[in-house]
DNA sequence: CCTTAGAGTAACCTATAGGTGTCATTAAGG
DNA sequence: CCTTAATGACACCTATAGGTTACTCTAAGG
């Protein structure tokens, strides 16, 4: 029903040499958190989208985008 | 502990000149999810931000923004 | 070899997102 | 006046976000 959701956390978080702890302690949540996100395992909140975004300074649509169900069966 | 989400939907829908419902079935949530999102009574998830934001074709950042602790009690 | 850091995952739990339906209120129109 | 559209709000329900703790595995270093 709902189309997935892509991010480039990891990306995000290799050009700003941060594990996932340090994100997570960044932006107050658990290392958990940033790491189910990252492997898709859940859709994060809004707030916690633009907390990442906010912290790598860019737009919530570079680090999280919406994945067309075309893009998804290709 | 989390900040508050502050959205501008009800702004956009006036721009578009669009009912809650009209909203809604666009982006295909319920009625009541746009309703309560729009008063605050809840977050929603980064997929239906990323969806309102596409649909009228601004950032998320400008539908939905983080209240900082000393904004939210002054 | 052992230790440590980083990451994925699993069980478990609680809070809440988001669906349903229904009702009350208001504004606009016949 | 009655009807209809738009909105807010309620009860109720289910799925899941996101927390904790702990285990596993890998890579890097001593």
Redesign the interface.
Known sequence: ???K?DNRIRVFRAEHRMSQSDLAEAI?VSRKTISTIEVGKF?????????I??YFNV???EV???IKDEEETA
């Open positions: 029903m709902h189309p959701l107050g859709v994060p909140s809004t707030i916690i989208a633009l907390k975004a906010d737009p919530v649509e999280f985008s919406l």
